[in-house]
């Protein structure tokens, strides 16, 4: 039901044309002057204003403008009553906006039919409008899919680049015996990479965790990957910490080769060496640790383990040596990366990791997961056989994370010696 304003001093005419206007199905609501006929405009939003033009405190064509100048009710029909010995306010009135005129005295069919115009008028400019804005939200929507294709193809076309970049799980299985490798990017494409390569007296492992994920994360990792690739290949290093030491002056001259425009990314990154001959495994680390599980008291380091840590469960310990406290490409003034080198045992585990599991929220209080669980998790399930032990992991990520975001990009690789 549309709702009619009727502003007018007169309170026979007033009182007359609600009835009228109420017989034919609108609701009225009235008011005897300019001032309060604004204030119940303001504060009732009608479908429809009719005004008289002269009338005390506020003119007819003082309202008119006020209703124009509103926001809310700049819209609305407005249509005057008028005596004939006010035709030219009644021009001056429809040059300010007003839609129609009723001339005193009024027949009451040209009351309703005035009306019943003005109301068809806004109803078939509000169909229009509404089949403009679904048309222009329908090619709005079609241009985003669009871009939301073309931008998920680029995607998908650098993932296949990345994928071509880290070693494919046919290369894997042909450099590692029994080992697992969990890895879960938040987006399409990661910031984590992990890298294997065959020399001929060891096996070169990493897991490296570069800055951010997506897109930005993915480029800076194409960065590492080369780095690493270059100082094994061009430069000949074997050892993991001369290798680090020659990645992390290979990634700043790529990422800063542009002076104008120095950046500040970087990578975390643990890298292993596994001797199969000697049984000597040798680790540098860039603020990531190597973990070790073995039988309790069978640990056995034989150059620079100094700063490590164990956790027990029954007969196995898991022990975590740190990396040192140098990043690849980060700001420090002096990069240092030290080799640490221990004796393993047949059946010994090594896991290299990079922080998007601890640091996944969730749980019931929402917090993160901790490298503490996440060590107490490794010990907890050694005897199981690799493919066991991810499938653990990752049940236990997916129920960790419940239907929270995805934190970050997620790498363990476990590697049984």
Same mark, same amino acid.
């Given at each position: 039901?549309?709702?009619?304003?009727?502003?007018?001093?007169?309170?026979?005419?007033?009182?007359?044309?609600?009835?009228?206007?109420?017989? &034919?199905?609108?609701? @009225?609501?009235?008011?005897?002057?300019?001032?309060? $006929?604004?204030?119940?405009?303001?504060?009732?939003?009608?479908?429809?204003?009719?005004?008289?033009?002269?009338?005390?405190?506020?003119?007819?064509?003082?309202?008119?403008?006020?209703?124009?100048?509103?926001?809310?009710?700049?819209? =609305?029909?407005?249509?005057?009553? @008028?005596?004939?010995?006010?035709?030219?306010?009644?021009?001056?009135?429809?040059?300010?906006?007003?839609?129609?005129?009723?001339?005193?005295?009024?027949?009451?069919?040209?009351?309703?039919?005035?009306?019943?115009?003005?109301?068809?008028?806004?109803?078939?400019?509000?169909?229009?409008?509404?089949?403009?804005?679904?048309?222009?939200?329908?090619?709005?929507?079609?241009?985003? #899919?669009?871009?939301?294709?073309?931008?998920?193809?680029?995607?998908?076309?650098?993932?296949?680049?990345?994928?071509?970049?880290?070693?494919?799980?046919?290369?894997?299985?042909?450099?590692? #015996?029994?080992?697992?490798?969990?890895?879960?990017?938040?987006? =399409?494409?990661?910031?984590?990479?992990?890298?294997?390569?065959?020399?001929?007296?060891?096996?070169?492992?990493?897991?490296?965790?570069?800055?951010?994920?997506?897109?930005?994360?993915? +480029?800076?990792?194409?960065?590492?990957?080369?780095?690493?690739?270059?100082?094994?290949?061009?430069? $000949?290093?074997?050892?993991?910490?001369?290798?680090? =030491?020659?990645? &992390?002056?290979?990634?700043?001259?790529?990422? !800063?080769?542009?002076?104008?425009?120095?950046?500040?990314?970087?990578?975390?990154?643990?890298?292993?060496?596994?001797?199969?001959?000697?049984?000597?495994?040798?680790?540098?680390? #860039?603020?990531?640790?190597?973990?070790?599980? @073995?039988?309790?008291?069978?640990? !056995?380091?034989?150059? $620079?383990?100094?700063?490590?840590?164990?956790?027990?469960?029954?007969?196995?310990?898991?022990?975590?040596?740190?990396?040192?406290?140098?990043?690849?490409?980060?700001?420090?003034?002096?990069?240092?990366?030290?080799?640490?080198?221990?004796?393993?045992?047949?059946?010994?585990?090594?896991?290299?990791?990079?922080?998007?599991?601890?640091?996944?929220? $969730?749980?019931?209080?929402?917090?993160?997961?901790?490298?503490?669980?996440?060590?107490? +998790?490794?010990?907890?399930?050694?005897?199981?056989?690799?493919?066991?032990?991810?499938?653990?992991?990752?049940?236990?990520?997916?129920?960790?994370?419940?239907?929270?975001?995805? @934190?970050?990009?997620?790498?363990?690789?476990?590697?049984?010696?």
């Amino acid at each position: 039901m549309s709702t009619i304003l009727i502003i007018e001093d007169e309170a026979l005419i007033r009182e007359s044309i609600c009835d009228v206007l109420s017989l &034919n199905g609108y609701k @009225t609501e009235s008011e005897p002057d300019g001032e309060l $006929g604004l204030k119940r405009a303001f504060s009732l939003k009608p479908d429809l204003i009719l005004c008289d033009i002269n009338m005390p405190k506020i003119s007819g064509l003082d309202v008119l403008k006020a209703i124009r100048a509103d926001d809310t009710l700049k819209h =609305t029909p407005f249509v005057f009553l @008028t005596a004939l010995s006010t035709m030219d306010d009644l021009r001056t009135g429809m040059n300010l906006g007003a839609e129609d005129y009723l001339a005193k005295p009024y027949r009451n069919k040209e009351l309703i039919d005035i009306i019943s115009h003005q109301l068809k008028k806004v109803e078939q400019i509000k169909k229009i409008e509404k089949d403009i804005s679904k048309k222009q939200l329908d090619e709005f929507k079609l241009k985003v #899919a669009e871009k939301s294709k073309g931008f998920h193809d680029s995607l998908n076309r650098a993932k296949t680049v990345q994928n071509v970049i880290i070693p494919s799980n046919q290369k894997m299985d042909e450099l590692l #015996a029994e080992y697992f490798n969990y890895f879960l990017p938040k987006d =399409t494409i990661s910031g984590d990479f992990y890298w294997v390569k065959k020399l001929d007296k060891s096996t070169l492992v990493a897991v490296a965790d570069c800055t951010g994920h997506g897109v930005p994360g993915a +480029l800076i990792s194409m960065a590492g990957t080369l780095s690493l690739n270059n100082a094994v290949e061009q430069f $000949g290093l074997t050892k993991p910490a001369e290798i680090l =030491t020659k990645v &992390n002056e290979l990634f700043l001259d790529f990422m !800063n080769a542009n002076e104008s425009n120095v950046s500040h990314d970087g990578m975390d990154i643990c890298l292993c060496s596994i001797d199969d001959n000697s049984n000597i495994i040798h680790f540098a680390g #860039a603020k990531r640790p190597l973990y070790v599980v @073995t039988q309790k008291d069978n640990f !056995n380091p034989i150059k $620079g383990v100094n700063n490590y840590s164990e956790v027990d469960l029954e007969d196995m310990s898991l022990y975590e040596m740190k990396g040192d406290n140098s990043s690849i490409g980060g700001d420090d003034l002096i990069f240092h990366i030290e080799d640490q080198a221990f004796e393993y045992n047949k059946g010994d585990v090594i896991y290299l990791c990079s922080d998007g599991y601890a640091d996944q929220f $969730g749980g019931a209080d929402d917090r993160k997961f901790k490298s503490k669980r996440l060590k107490n +998790l490794l010990l907890s399930f050694q005897g199981k056989s690799m493919s066991d032990q991810k499938e653990i992991l990752a049940q236990e990520f997916q129920n960790w994370m419940g239907d929270k975001e995805q @934190t970050d990009d997620v790498t363990i690789m476990g590697i049984k010696l």
